[in-house]
């Protein structure tokens, strides 16, 4: 049967919108997997809390290794699905693995665009180099307390003139909605480090 694997958003676990998107597709007919990502939710890895342009996109090809030697899926017919940041992360592992023929994103972010230019392009060339240097100055802090500090969640409390997307965020991740105690999102976020892998990785560059 046709099997597609599932992951994001970015920040978020399985038990949220990628494990709907799964049981979802599931009833229509699909076999489906939803995943956490490397160094988050119930998957392993150290530190926690990193992402990484290229382990990120490794795990969607990870996803397809698994699907594609189990007997009751047909091999010709895996697809990935990426949400949000995840997106990005899709398109790049259709543009490398082959055994992926069909790819589809949800509310796709590109992280490395916006981790090197910040949201709706905002950030130039000097502001690009400070965040450089507040990142490395955080990596030697980090490695002096022996220690990866965090940041990132979801905004709270909600400042009340933060953007709509904000607002967004803040209605499903902070809320019985959609919290979830080992969402990234919901709780502490990233390690706070994890901008420096996507700055310089425009992971769409191939994805034509």
């Known amino acids: 049967m046709p099997a597609i694997a599932i992951s994001g958003p970015f920040g978020a676990v399985k038990e949220q919108a990628s494990g709907l998107y799964a049981q979802t597709l599931a009833e229509r007919g699909f076999l489906t997997i939803a995943f956490d990502p490397s160094y988050t939710g119930e998957s392993s890895g150290q530190p926690r809390y990193v992402a990484s342009p290229d382990i990120n996109t490794e795990d969607f090809s990870a996803a397809v290794d698994y699907l594609s030697t189990r007997d009751d899926v047909d091999a010709e017919c895996i697809g990935i699905l990426g949400i949000c940041g995840w997106g990005g992360m899709a398109l790049n592992a259709a543009a ?105 990785m425009p992971i769409l560059s191939y994805s034509d």
Not at 108 to 120: E, I, K, L, P
């Open 96 to 200: 490398i693995d082959t055994r992926i023929k069909a790819t589809v994103t949800a509310t796709m972010y590109d992280m490395s665009r916006v981790n090197a230019n910040g949201y709706f392009d905002s950030m130039n060339a000097d502001a690009r180099h400070e965040l450089r240097r507040q990142l490395n100055a955080q990596r030697t802090e980090d490695y002096r307390n022996g220690t990866f500090a965090l940041g990132g969640g979801v905004v709270d409390p909600l400042p009340a003139d933060a953007p709509q997307f904000v607002k967004d965020y803040h209605a499903y991740y902070k809320t019985p909605r959609g919290y979830h105690k080992r969402s990234l999102n919901s709780n502490h976020g990233w390690n706070k480090t994890s901008p420096l892998s996507f700055i310089n």
